[in-house]
């Protein structure tokens, strides 16, 4: 009989404390759900580590031209976006552009484009034009605006689009890019939404 007392006892006390420990853990996954970014479950493999440090800090800045602002000092993303570019290998910018931030898709991207190297930059280009899931912020001097990862490269990089300034003849052919491919790529570009035109 006191076996079956003190058993009924312990189950009430349980009871008791299931509603409060049931509201801190919807509290807790709440909270987690809240502040939860994609970044933390990154496979961070075949990335060294160097790049990867660069790559924290790069995330939270935005792309910025290195244009001096009032402040008469360029940006410091400046320098560690071209940091990144130019140490990165092109497996690790390959691996880069699967980034769940557009800054560092941007910089993959960008760095990709720029490598002599790398030849399948067309194909590229056009993935970078559909990747429309995370706009950047582009920073140049006093002036900054939000864009897709397309209107950046074609409109500040590639310098083909509708908002460039007309670049000299052949000037995609500096990225081993034929005219062909920078006609398909502005066509393209042309009908994906925009954040900037």
């Known amino acids: 009989m006191k076996k079956n007392k003190r058993n009924s006892l312990k189950s009430n006390h349980f009871k008791m404390f299931l509603p409060v420990l049931s509201i801190i853990g919807i509290g807790i996954i709440f909270i987690i ?3 939860y970014e994609k970044s933390w479950t990154y496979n961070w493999s075949e990335i060294r580590q160097q790049i990867k440090d660069s790559v924290r800090i790069a995330e939270h800045d935005g792309i910025s031209s290195g244009v001096v ?10 320098d560690r ?4 570019m130019k140490n990165a290998t092109t497996s690790e910018l390959l691996k880069l552009t699967e980034y769940p931030n557009g800054t560092i898709k941007t910089i993959a991207y960008e760095g990709l484009i720029r490598k002599r190297e790398y ?3 067309n194909a590229l280009i056009l993935k970078a034009i559909a990747d429309t899931e995370y706009p950047i912020h582009y920073q140049s001097g006093c002036v900054g605006s939000s864009m897709n990862i397309g209107e950046y ?7 083909i689009g509708d908002n460039s300034p007309p670049p000299p003849k052949g ?6 890019l034929s005219e ?6 502005v066509t393209k570009y042309r009908k994906t939404p925009s954040l900037w035109r």
């Open 153 to 159: 490269l074609v409109d500040v990089v590639l310098q």
């Open 81 to 84: 976006r071209h940091w990144i």
């Open 180 to 185: 062909k491919e920078c006609l398909a790529i």
């Open 171 to 176: 000037f995609g052919l500096k990225f081993g």
């Open 119 to 121: 030849k399948n930059k």
């Open 69 to 78: 602002g009032y402040d008469a000092r360029k940006p410091a993303q400046f």
């Open 33 to 35: 759900s809240l502040f």
